[in-house]
């Protein structure tokens, strides 16, 4: 008899999960899976594939970094004592991460949040055309901000954070390095899958 406690349905029964949700939707749309954005030939291949696990583990680290500090500050807090540079830490953290793993969301899709609109109406060439200029516009804007970066690089005067201490010649390296690994993603995905697209080659994995 069941008292209202948990059923269970199967020991086979299948985890939720979003990433087979999603392809399952794409396949119902007729959405083509897209392979990462990998160089085809050694040993290049094999370099961005470690780049990319590299950026995997420095946001999964700063993920665990930030945690660990907003428990600190929370503490510090409640017991009314601690470290100034707590939250300035935790703050960097986030940022850090961000910029760290963007590139290889770039290069992972499903990775930052797109609005695949398109994809439903135009296919072949007008789609590569489409992807291709949505590429020049991600180099472009890293572009952009690798020469704003490179300019506080080459302008600093050795200031530091006020409450860590940091130098801000670090603080802000890691916004560069982040666009710097966008734009080369993005520079990958137009010679790798956009421009074979547009010539109406087969795209491959």
């Not at 590299?54 to 503490?75: K, S």
């Not at 949505?134 to 050795?158: E, F, R, T």
């Not at 966008?182 to 520079?187: G, K, M, Q, S, T």
């Amino acid at each position: 008899m069941n008292q209202g406690g948990p059923t269970n349905d199967g020991a086979n029964e299948e985890l939720y999960s979003p990433s087979a949700e999603l392809h399952a939707l794409e396949d119902e749309l007729d959405i083509p899976h897209e392979p990462p954005l990998l160089p085809r030939r050694e040993p290049l291949r094999s370099i961005f594939k470690g780049i990319a696990v590299v950026e995997q583990v420095l946001g999964a680290v700063l993920l665990f970094v930030l945690l660990g500090l907003t428990i600190a500050l929370v503490l510090q807090r409640y017991f009314k004592m601690g470290w100034p540079g707590t939250g300035e830490l935790a703050r960097f953290m986030m940022v850090w991460g961000t910029f760290l793993v963007a590139g290889y969301l770039v290069a992972y899709p499903p990775g930052h949040i797109t609005i695949a609109v398109v994809d439903y109406f135009i296919k072949g060439r007008w789609l590569g055309a489409f992807k291709l200029f949505a590429d020049l516009v991600i180099l472009g804007a890293s572009l952009v901000v690798l020469y704003g970066g490179y300019q506080l690089l080459a302008n600093d005067i050795g200031q530091t954070t006020p409450a860590a201490g940091l130098p801000l010649y670090w603080v802000n390296m890691i916004p560069v390095i982040g666009f710097a690994l966008v734009a080369i993603r993005a520079l990958l995905g137009i010679i790798v899958r956009d421009v074979p697209a547009l010539l109406g080659r087969e795209v491959q994995g």
